[in-house]
């Protein structure tokens, strides 16, 4: 079953809660951000060659230890595909060729505490790499647990006692990590933070101080997504907030405002949705009687002269066509949804409904998912054309079905 990971939900008030005492929230530079001005209306499709120079397809093996539900977040490794399925809480190994691995089942490894499936509360993985492979960490019930690429519990080659709470983090040349969902367990600040930047260890600097509860500021709904979205430069990061259209860049000595994103005013929140009081406890239904408004920005890959992103909105039409790419030499907004398959893509699709969008940049290429329920609605829908697919998607059609795996997209991006 295919979630959307641009989501709206309850904020997670049960496991993610703060007390406002001694805030410390570091302020976010934004002397040079760049204003975009988007209509996703007014955005062109076209071919695939003007984005992208090669497109390929991995099926990924399905048998009985091996089927998931969806990609909530995909890795990639020298030699791996390795997958966090939110829905069995598993962490699943796949070869590039797409030859199932391994599974790590999560519910079964977590110490000192009763959850199941639905209680089990995972914000996503890491990488950290080991010479040619690689160490799976994951945080869990204020835990750190690790693994090899065999799913082989690692207890002592990384440090488990952390001084904060974190569910996700990305480290950057030298000593200087970022983490998500930050709180100190040890200080005086106990507030939560969206992201929080540890030297040497030491915490630095923390940003985005988030406010939880039924009636706070930050909000009842979030966004999904990424909490880090790679570029073209392993020293820079991008990163979002729900109800924000701007596009935020991490490195190793802060956060900024990197670009501004404009929208029509028919997609736009009020400009005081996030201070006044009339909205606190109530910006779900605003969004339900305000369909066409944008609730925020994800997937904000930069590559070259390119910026891609995805817009949120409960509109069934950015829904369908919510995916872009920016030409920031050019200033020039193309649609991805509306790029038409063709010999470059081998007569499918890149993009699907809602929530299949790009979902890994490993420094050469982009990674995007389709389930197969979508590949075999389009294939029986394009039958009649007698396309001449690849041999490895070919035989996907012939002997698989729409309960199989989802297939990863490989794509190389123009610079």
């Not at 996703?40 to 397809?57: D, K, R």
């Not at 006044?276 to 609730?295: A, C, L, M, S, T």
């Not at 509306?338 to 050469?364: C, V």
Request: net charge positive; aromatic share 14%.
């Amino acid at each position: 079953m295919n979630k959307p990971f641009f989501y709206l939900s309850l904020f997670l008030t049960t496991t993610l809660f703060s007390v406002r005492t001694f805030a410390q929230e570091n302020t976010v530079n934004k002397s040079n951000v760049r204003t975009l001005r988007i209509d996703p209306s007014a955005a062109n499709g076209g071919s695939m060659l003007q984005v992208f120079t090669e497109i390929s397809y991995v099926p990924l093996e399905t048998t009985k230890e091996s089927l998931f539900g969806d990609i909530t977040q995909l890795e990639v490794s020298e030699d791996n595909y390795i997958i966090y399925d939110n829905d069995t809480k598993c962490i699943l190994i796949f070869e590039k060729s797409g030859k199932f691995k391994v599974k790590i089942e999560l519910g079964k490894v977590v110490e000192g505490v009763r959850l199941n499936s639905e209680t089990l509360d995972v914000y996503g993985l890491s990488l950290k790499k080991t010479g040619s492979d690689c160490i799976i960490q994951v945080y869990i019930a204020g835990k750190l647990y690790a693994f090899d690429t065999n799913a082989k519990r690692i207890k002592e080659t990384i440090e488990e006692k952390q001084k904060h709470r974190a569910s996700q983090f990305y480290n950057f040349n030298g000593d200087t990590k970022v983490v998500s969902y930050y709180q100190d367990s040890k200080g005086k600040d106990k507030s939560l933070y969206q992201y929080a930047l540890i030297k040497d260890g030491k915490t630095s600097a923390k940003y985005f101080e988030i406010d939880t509860g039924k009636y706070s500021k930050s909000g009842d709904l979030a966004v999904g997504g990424p909490s880090f979205i790679e570029t073209d430069s392993p020293d820079i990061l991008h990163a979002v907030r729900y109800y924000d259209y701007n596009i935020y860049r991490i490195d190793s000595e802060g956060i900024s405002a990197a670009y501004e994103l404009i929208f029509p005013a028919k997609n736009t929140i009020p400009k005081d949705f996030n201070t006044n009081k009339v909205y606190f406890g109530k910006k779900i239904n605003h969004f339900f009687k305000n369909v066409e408004n944008i609730y925020g920005v994800g997937y904000t890959f930069k590559i070259g002269d390119f910026l891609y992103f995805k817009c949120g909105s409960l509109s069934s039409y950015i829904r369908r066509n919510g995916s872009f790419v920016y030409d920031l030499k050019n200033d020039h907004l193309i649609s991805l949804n509306r790029l038409d398959p063709d010999s470059l893509s081998h007569h499918l699709p890149i993009i699907g409904g809602w929530d299949n969008d790009f979902k890994k940049f490993d420094g050469k290429h982009l990674y995007a998912s389709l389930s197969s329920l979508e590949l075999f609605s389009y294939y029986n829908q394009e039958k009649k054309k007698n396309y001449k697919y690849p041999e490895v998607m070919q035989n996907y059609f012939n002997k698989g079905n729409k309960k199989d795996n989802p297939v990863i997209i490989k794509l190389t991006p123009k610079h």
